[in-house]
């Protein structure tokens, strides 16, 4: 269980003076944009290599205090050491692992340009699995718009309505 304790030395390691966090959560589709750039197919491998390239850098702890990951890394593994992850790679070096739990962006059914995030139903589930990874750190977009006419609502529909939207 994550302790406030936890939450804020994470917090603190993150926030640490003249680092960065790396966005390293390209999904397949975008992975393969930049594969293809080196000439390079798009293989489940080939994802795992450019990652373990990147994790594996040299000094890369020096600049470097946290990593955006796509759910994909959580399950890939060293190149050095087949029985470790990538994201113990991550933490032996002082990084934190961060996963990006949403799979992404879909127009809402019957709506022009809504957009509205996907992968939030089954997250309680994921974020078990990824905590049990040692993962403690979860970042999301989320995006929902509501626009609300009032023509004439009574005082029960509109507090319904703002307990729906809080």
Same mark, same amino acid.
């Given at each position: ?45 080939n994802r795992r290599l450019y990652r ?15 990593v955006i990951l796509f759910e994909e ?11 470790? $992850?990538? /994201? ?6 002082? #990084?934190?692992? !961060?996963?990006?739990?949403?799979? %992404? ?15 939030l139903d089954d997250l309680d589930n ?10 403690? $750190?979860? /970042? ?6 509501? #626009?609300?006419? !009032?023509?004439?609502?009574?005082? %029960? ?10």
């Open positions: 269980m994550v302790t406030t304790t936890k939450m804020l030395a994470t917090v603190n390691k993150i926030a640490t003076q003249g680092k960065g966090i790396l966005a390293a959560d390209e999904s397949t589709g975008t992975m393969g944009k930049r594969l293809a750039a080196a000439k390079t197919e798009n293989t489940a491998e373990n390239l990147l994790f594996t850098s040299e000094g890369l702890e020096n600049y470097i205090s946290g890394t959580v399950y890939q593994h060293s190149s050095t050491n087949k029985k470790d $992850t990538l /994201i113990n790679v991550l933490m032996e070096k002082g #990084i934190v692992p !961060i996963i990006k739990v949403d799979k %992404g962006l879909k127009d809402l059914p019957g709506c022009i340009d809504e957009p509205i995030t996907i992968g994921r974020c078990k699995e990824f905590y049990s990874k040692g993962i403690t $750190t979860i /970042i999301t977009t989320i995006i929902t718009t509501i #626009i609300i006419t !009032i023509v004439r609502m009574s005082c %029960g529909q509109v507090e319904s309505c703002f307990h729906y939207c809080s």
